[in-house]
């Protein structure tokens, strides 16, 4: 929807493997061309983004790169990079260029798709030593162009930071939602107000989706959880020993980090 709004020159090619969302496609007319034989879709292109979940890039890599143009560049749009261009890479070569753009809701399908979803929001790029500078310089120009601000890291880099600001708070809200449900009477979730809704807005997620995404970002999402508990303990500690003052100053100091976050993108971001 942003390219088709931003860059109206662009021949735009979707494909996909559901029937139904290529018709739906078709109907808004969100590509000048829609096509459901992926090695046909790439014939031409001079840029192709994979925009799958993380576990299923590879296979589709592999059908793709013996037909794909000498000069065509490939990116994609997944939440964990380490594995990514580890699988990718071999197939496609210095043409691959890992991207993650940190957009989106818990909400999913063509009817959640925004054309401002990616205005504001960063894109982090993770190129390695042997990737191409021009396939560096057209996959963030691309994203520069949707409006997204680019950080550029190692896939390593990425995985760990990802880990915290993204993979992690999911887990917890899946996990918050989980306990409730668990430990407390039945209907006691009719109870809560908007903090219970805001911490665990993100567990209306795609399971399916984020069981791939947390298990490929395994070691570092479980040493991430690690220090979260270590986290919890210490306030647990605290408030055993009736030590507010403890408490305050850990409360405070999450306050003053929690109030110098940037303003969100139109929708918050996951």
Not at 9 to 36: C, K, Q
Not at 58 to 84: N, P, Q
């Amino acid at each position: 929807m942003a390219l088709k709004s931003l860059c109206p020159h662009l021949h735009l090619t979707i494909w996909g493997r559901n029937p139904a969302a290529l018709e739906e496609i078709g109907r808004l007319n969100l590509a000048d061309s829609v096509e459901s034989d992926a090695a046909k879709a790439v014939a031409d292109a001079d840029l192709v983004i994979l925009c799958t979940p993380v576990g299923s890039l590879e296979a589709i890599a592999a059908t793709i790169a013996s037909h794909l143009r000498s000069d065509a560049v490939v990116t994609d749009a997944g939440s964990v990079k380490g594995c990514v261009v580890q699988r990718l890479e071999p197939l496609l070569g210095s043409r691959f260029v890992g991207a993650h753009p940190m957009a989106g809701s818990e909400k999913s399908g063509i009817s959640a798709a925004r054309a401002d979803l990616f205005a504001g929001a960063p894109c982090i790029l993770t190129p390695e030593a042997s990737t191409d500078p021009r396939a560096l310089r057209l996959v963030g120009a691309l994203w520069t162009t949707l409006g997204s601000r680019i950080t550029v890291m190692t896939p390593s880099e990425h995985d760990r930071i990802v880990a915290r600001v993204s993979h992690l708070p999911h887990a917890l809200a899946f996990g918050l939602v989980n306990l409730v449900s668990d430990s407390l009477p039945e209907g006691s979730q009719d109870l809560a107000g908007g903090s219970y809704r805001d911490a665990t807005r993100v567990a209306a997620s795609d399971p399916a989706l984020w069981t791939g995404i947390l298990t490929e970002n395994s070691t570092e999402v479980a040493a991430a959880l690690r220090d979260m508990a270590k986290l919890l303990q210490a306030m647990a500690t605290a408030l055993g020993k009736e030590n507010p003052d403890s408490l305050l100053d850990f409360l405070k100091r999450a306050k003053e980090h929690r109030d110098s976050l940037p303003l969100p993108p139109p929708e918050e971001n996951v």
